[in-house]
Antibody
Framework: QLQLQESGPGLVKPSETLSLTCTVS??????????WGWTRQRPGTGLEWIGG???????YYNPSLQSRVTISVDTSKNQFSLSLRSMTAADTAIYYC????????????WGQGTLVTVSS | QSVLTQPPSVSAAPGQKVSISCSGS????????VSWYQQLPRTVPKLLIY???KRPSGIPDRFSGSKSGTSATLGITGLQTGDEADYYC???????????FGGGTKLTVL
């Protein structure tokens, strides 16, 4: 059964870079029918797609975050990662990783989510 | 402000039926598949409907999806108190080259 698990710091200082990793178990990230991505949920608000990347393709990012985001895939570790630069309090959120279906763009499964707080 | 518009809240009595709308444009719903997610309080979003009207294994047939033009609808029949959750629609937006979620709809089962 495919499972995704986020890992990374729960606390980040303002202006620093957030680095999160999603470890995939039960399947390989090397696939041409799925892509790997991130979504976040700020406190009390809805879901916001951050971006996604197929193992061998170009990444796609939310235009509102594009200047600060990098998503990458590590096939050797069966993981993918999120880097979000210049963090501010507005980036405090639960960050979820998920698998997306190419061309159909539904997301399943999701990781359990990790809360990231931006504070000095 | 999302490019997909959902009502902030809907409510209905147990046993009744409710519909949640998701309105978009030709750049997104009008030309791409729609999916729906259920987020129970303090839990991870769960895929309810994909490809407009398909249910993943394990999702009861009380949940249904449909799409017409630039709008999509999630229907829930035989409402149960356990259906109280936030519901989100999602699709791809060709003008943004990005996936987009609706703002979410909070369902209250009175």
């Amino acid at each position: 059964q495919l499972q995704l698990q986020e890992s990374g710091p729960g606390l980040v200082k303002p202006s620093e870079t957030l680095s999160l990793t999603c470890t995939v178990s039960g399947d390989s990230v090397v696939t041409t029918i799925y892509y790997w991505g991130w979504t976040r949920q700020r406190p009390g608000t809805g879901l916001e797609w951050i971006g996604g990347l197929m193992f061998s393709g170009r990444p796609y990012y939310n235009p509102s975050l594009q200047s600060r985001v990098t998503i990458s895939v590590d096939t050797s570790k069966n993981q993918f990662s999120l880097s979000l630069r210049s963090m501010t309090a507005a980036d405090t959120a639960i960050y979820y990783c998920q698998r997306g279906r190419m061309g159909e763009d539904w997301f399943d499964p999701w990781g359990q989510g990790t809360l990231v707080t931006v504070s000095s | 402000q999302s490019v997909l518009t959902q009502p902030p809240s809907v409510s209905a009595a147990p046993g009744q039926k409710v519909s949640i709308s998701c309105s978009g444009s030709t750049f997104n719903i009008g030309s791409k598949y729609v999916s729906w997610y259920q987020q129970l309080p303090r839990t991870v979003p769960k895929l309810l409907i994909y490809n407009n009207d398909k249910r993943p294994s394990g999702i009861p047939d009380r949940f249904s999806g449909s799409k017409s033009g630039t709008s999509a609808t999630l229907g829930i029949t035989g409402l149960q108190t356990g259906d109280e959750a936030d519901y989100y629609c999602a699709t791809w937006d060709n003008s943004l080259s990005a996936a987009v979620f609706g703002g979410g709809t909070k369902l209250t089962v009175l």
